[in-house]
């Protein structure tokens, strides 16, 4: 009877004013950013000379051979891969770890496997139990899936210049840290973030340091959370979060990983079994021959600094001013104008960048400008400039 009468209720409700939880869900995000582009795409677009698409940021160039090759003759994996990943997979991660971040103490207990970064980006406040009353700091110039995932978890989100001087601790849960920085391209220098760390600690703070621009540096060297001279040779309270869409070209391969606080990932890894979230075996192997080779990301690297160099002096000879900028993939620049005067400026010669508010009110005079189009666009928008 019970559910008769519920059945029956259903049917006297007034169309459209059923209970929907995935559309109050959608309501608690804000308007996913890259559709305001879209007129200013056409526009791009319809210049005679085609479009020149700095704006996104997706990798362009082939991915390397050794990769492909690897993911090829995992091809024949019909079973399901663990969450967790191949034991060969957690060696790959770990020496990458010692080798590259300094981070001597790395073992198959501080590692984990992502299904790219920004799904745990977006999803780690929730899988961490986060809720109402709880905050998660976020860099007041930052990529937009910090605050959306807050919101996913109905957590409060607070912006911070230096999370030590504006934060309040009492309620802050987790701290994203993001160095080099996107948008603007910012490094934390390493006393700097030693200093963040140690606070974090004092107040026990989680902290996530997203590093997945961190070998590409241009004009300052990235140092990462992990390092002894910032964590003090502990992982206690701190997760480095590293991809290898950019270094490696992998951004179709969803390929990233987690490194730090056993404690921290262990829950993470039960959560995530339970979830299913598990990086597909092909991938699994293609990761581990990406992280055994440095060779391709040198090469990448000679690609982006010619094409970031072109760019610069263009944009330089343009009228704009450049600020920060130092590593990662992206110009930070200004006409000191609106951003969308200047996406709009930009569009009439067939460039697309992003306006600097996607990430955060404080970049509404800026546009980032990706550099990873071909040289051969890259030459195109030079001369349009």
């Known amino acids: 009877m019970g559910q008769a009468r519920a059945l029956q209720g259903d049917r006297g409700r007034a169309p459209g004013r059923h209970r929907r939880p995935v559309g109050r869900h959608a309501r608690r995000l804000p308007v996913f950013p890259w559709d305001k582009l879209e007129p200013y795409k056409a526009t791009a677009a319809a210049h005679p000379g085609g ?166 540096g241009w004009e300052a060297e990235p140092v990462s959370v992990l390092d002894p001279e910032v964590c003090g040779g502990s992982y206690d309270g701190i997760v480095a979060v590293h991809s290898l869409s950019k270094r490696s070209n992998l951004a179709g391969y969803r390929a990233a990983f987690l490194v730090g606080d056993e404690s921290v990932l262990g829950d993470l890894l039960q959560i995530r079994k339970h979830g299913g979230m598990m990086t597909p075996a092909p991938v699994q192997a293609a990761t581990i021959a990406a992280l055994g080779d440095d060779t391709h990301v040198a090469e990448q690297r000679e690609r982006y600094a010619a094409r970031r160099a072109a760019l610069r002096e263009a944009l330089l000879r343009h009228g704009f001013r450049i600020e920060h900028s130092e590593a990662s993939l992206y110009l930070w620049a200004t006409l000191g104008e609106s951003c969308w005067e200047t996406v709009g400026r930009l569009a009439e010669l067939g460039i697309l960048v992003a306006p600097g508010d996607f990430y955060g009110e404080a970049g509404r005079e800026y546009v980032r400008i990706a550099f990873t189009a071909t040289d051969e666009r890259v030459a195109a928008a030079v001369g349009r400039l």
């Open 51 to 216: 479009i020149v698409d700095l704006s996104v940021g997706t990798p362009v160039d082939p991915v390397p051979e050794l990769v492909q090759k690897a993911l090829v003759a995992a091809a024949d994996s019909p079973g399901y891969p663990t969450v967790w990943g191949t034991p060969a997979l957690r060696d790959a991660i770990a020496g990458w770890a010692v080798r590259r971040l300094g981070a001597g103490q790395a073992g198959h207990r501080n590692v984990l496997p992502v299904v790219g970064s920004k799904e745990l980006v977006a999803w780690l406040p929730t899988q961490l139990g986060l809720g109402p009353g709880d905050v998660v700091g976020v860099p007041r110039l930052a990529y937009p899936t910090y605050e959306v995932g807050a919101r996913l978890a109905r957590a409060e989100h607070a912006v911070y210049d230096d999370p030590v001087a504006d934060l309040d601790p009492a309620a802050l849960k987790l701290l994203w840290l993001n160095s080099p920085s996107n948008p603007t391209g910012r490094v934390l220098a390493k006393d700097e973030l030693a200093r963040i760390v140690a606070w974090a600690r004092e107040h026990d703070v989680l902290v996530f340091s997203d590093e997945c621009y961190l070998e590409l």
